[in-house]
Structure formats: C-alpha cells, structure tokens
C-alpha cells in the first residue's frame, strides 16, 4: 500500500505536463496547483516534456533558463516567476515535482518493493550512522550549499546545483530512509500479529 502510494505520488505529475500539452488546462492545474504545497517547484530544478530540452539550468542571472524564459530568479519577483512558470509550446512543460522530491519518492518505491521480495533476509534497518552518512550528509551538503550561497542569505559563493546531483543525492536519501523504514514497519506489524496471537491462545 505504501509502495503504491509513493508511485502514484511520482507518477502524477509526470502527467500534469501530458494535460497541459493535450490543452486540458484545468484538469492540468488539479496536479500542480496541490504539488506546490509540497515542493518549491521551481522551474529551474525541474524536468520539463515535451520541449526542446529536458532542463533548464538557471546561472547567476544568465544562465539556460533565463535565455529560454526571460526571467531571472536571483530577483525577489522572479522566484516567484519560477515557481509559477509551467511553460509553453518552446520550452515544454514543467513536470510538478521538482528532480530531488522525484528522485527521493521514486527510490523510496522502488527499494520498498525490493525490500518486500527480501524481508524476511533484511528484517534489520540499516544502522543510523549509514543512514547519516548515506542519506542526510550529500543531500545536506548539496541542498545547503546552494541556500547559503544565493539571495537572501548568499553567504558563501554563488552556486547552484545540477539535476545529476539532485537525482543523486535524492536517491540516496530516499534509499537509506527506505532501508530504515520499511523494517521498522514491518517489525511494527509483526510485534502486533504476535501479540494477537498470545491474546488468541490467551482466550482459549
């Protein structure tokens, strides 16, 4: 059931710019006007269909996605631009998550359905020293790096990072979090089938 939740959660956007290209706007917008709560879904740290690339990197003002948008999200405005911007017949249309969140939700499914096929080989979480190391340290360094370093704060160099990185480092987290949960959940329901049974023979 969790496993099914988490591919309908990634899959459904993914089908929000197969709306918007088909014309069907408001049923495109039911998807990503709910995403928004959940995701920045900035334009910038997305994948786009049907367009003529499938990123768009944004630069320090001048990158990819200010040539093919006209905005620039260094500027309060065009943040919100960016966010907003679902795109068009040239650039193509903004799948509604952002490539992290697709990654990390995606790879929570796909390890949850390997962990159904070896549970009873893998019952034990993995330990949160590797999970640290695995799953919170590259998507800390990578996610924060680029917070410190662009406006408001822009304490550090200016750097942004790439969808291979996002990709990377969501999967990783989403992995560890897999291999820590779904144990833990399936350790939860055995303790519980266990102690009904001690409460059946209890009965009897």
Known sequence: MIVGMLLVYTGLPFVAPVLKKAGLDGLAQAIYQPYKFVCHTYAFRSFFLFGEQVVYARGQGEGEFERATGINPL????????????????????????????????????????????????????????????????????GFSQLLSQPPLAILPFRESNWALRVLTGALFGTSVAWLVFPLIEASFAAETRAAQLMQKADT
Do not use: H
Request: net charge positive.
């Open 75 to 142: 500027t309060p405005t065009g943040l919100f631009e960016a966010r907003d911007f679902q795109g068009n017949e040239r650039v193509g249309y903004k799948v509604a998550l952002c490539q992290r969140d697709i990654a990390i939700y995606l790879s929570m499914a796909i390890n949850g359905m390997i962990f159904a096929g070896v549970r009873r080989r893998a019952s034990r979480p993995i330990p949160w020293l590797l999970f640290v190391l695995i799953g919170l340290l590259p998507i800390g360094i990578d």
